[in-house]
Structures are given as C-alpha cells and as structure tokens.
C-alpha cells in the first residue's frame, strides 16, 4: 500500500513569509507526528496528534509553528514569519496507535530553506 | 527524562568488515528500543526493534540489535559490511519512564569503504 507522502519536497522561501507543508499518513493510522532534522543533527520532536484527542504539541519552539489534523488524515504544518533557523528537513511519521511498541512510517520529508 | 546517546557521529568500515553501532539509552523502566535507517534523500525507515520477547533482535539487510539490560546497551552490528549499508543510523527509545514520546538519538553516519 502507499505510504506516508509529504509535500512539497523541497521549498525555498524568504525570511518572513509563511510556508505550509503536507503530509499524507498511511491510511488506518491515527498517530501523526512531525520532526524537524537540522543539518547533521538528529529528529526533534515537534507535535503529535493521536485521533480526535487534543494533539501534543509540546515541541514546537515557538507559535511561529502550528500544525493542524483533520481526524485521521492530512495533516499541515505552518510556520509563520520564516526564519533562517527553520531552515531544516521536516519530516511526517505515522503509526497505527500510541503504544510505544509501534513503530513510526516515516515519509520522505519536506527540505525548507529559508533565504 | 529518557534519553539516548549514539556514539559516534561517523563510522567507517571496508566492506566485507563487521559494523558496529553504539546505542545507550536512560530509563529506570525497560523501554522499547529501535533502530532505524536513512539513505540519502529518503525519510527514515525501521530496521529492527526491540518489545521484551527477546534480547536478540534480527532485523532487515543482515543486522542485529541486543538488548542488554545491565548495560543500558542496545547496539547494532551486521558480521559483513556491504557497500550499499551505507546511510545514517538512529537509535531511539519510547516507553519506559518516557511513555508514548519516541526519543532519538543524533544519528550515527556509516561509512563502508571499498
């Protein structure tokens, strides 16, 4: 079956505009979640959404970042007034529960740069 | 909190040579524990994990996790580097004292040489 889509897969932006990226979960999954990978470094956790329960977003650095879920499918992240800091590979995992035991889909990312 | 430490942030091997990737993790609860691998441009998939039923884990692609509880270990070897073994490799840990948040480590980037 298809996995987890993201989109775009590359975004370039200017410093203080805003950008919106996608994700597609795998069908039947209810746990979303969105990471930012900077440059050589590993995945931060951003939000995460498990069904119709209020989603976690304890990760995100800023209310620049928000992040929205339509029960169980697309999801978007948005980043108002961009910085050069967000400059960073998002990426979008999936999962068919909250156990800790599953494991995540992730998709193929989006790359944001901002100039 | 729970956290994971991938030592190593490179490691090169030649091909044909054993791999070894260093995963330790904090938790006072046993968590379960994956490892996970990316290749270029590709967005991170599962290679192997670990959920209590054993402490050899054998994942895709040849390799192999062990779970040491005294150790606080869970590293990944493969006996025989192929070329294409090549990506970056991360450990990470959900449950334990952690709940449902999966913690990852910074990655360790292999290397295989010819």
């Known amino acids: 079956g298809a996995g987890v889509s993201q989109s775009p897969s590359n975004k370039v932006t200017e410093k203080g505009k805003d950008v919106e990226l996608r994700c597609d979960p795998i069908?039947?999954?209810?746990?979303l979640y969105w990471y930012r990978q900077r440059l050589g470094q590993g995945l931060e956790f951003l939000i995460y959404f498990q069904g119709n329960s209020a989603p976690d977003k304890s990760g995100l650095p800023s209310d620049r970042f928000s992040a929205e879920r339509t029960g169980e499918s697309v999801s978007t992240l948005t980043i108002q007034r961009t910085q050069q800091e967000d400059s960073a590979v998002y990426l979008c995992?999936?999962?068919?529960?909250?156990?800790?035991?599953?494991?995540?889909?992730f998709g193929p990312g989006t790359r944001l740069t901002v100039t | 909190a729970q956290s994971v430490t991938q030592l190593g942030s490179h490691v090169s091997v030649s091909e044909g040579a054993l791999v070894l990737l260093r995963c330790n993790y904090s938790s006072s609860v046993p968590p379960y524990l994956f490892w996970y691998v990316q290749y270029p441009n590709q967005g991170l998939q599962l290679l192997l994990k670990y959920t209590s039923a054993a402490t050899l884990v054998k994942g895709i692609n040849g390799f192999e996790a062990e779970f040491k509880k005294s150790e606080t270990s869970f590293h990944l070897t493969k006996p025989s580097a192929h070329m294409s073994d090549a990506a970056e490799y991360f450990c990470?840990?959900?449950?334990?004292?952690?709940?449902?948040?999966?913690?990852f480590g910074a990655g360790t980037r292999l290397f295989v040489k010819a």
């Open positions: 069908s039947g999954h209810t746990a």
């Open positions: 995992a999936s999962s068919l529960g909250t156990a800790p035991s599953y494991e995540q889909y």
């Open positions: 990470a840990v959900s449950g334990g004292t952690g709940g449902f948040k999966t913690i």
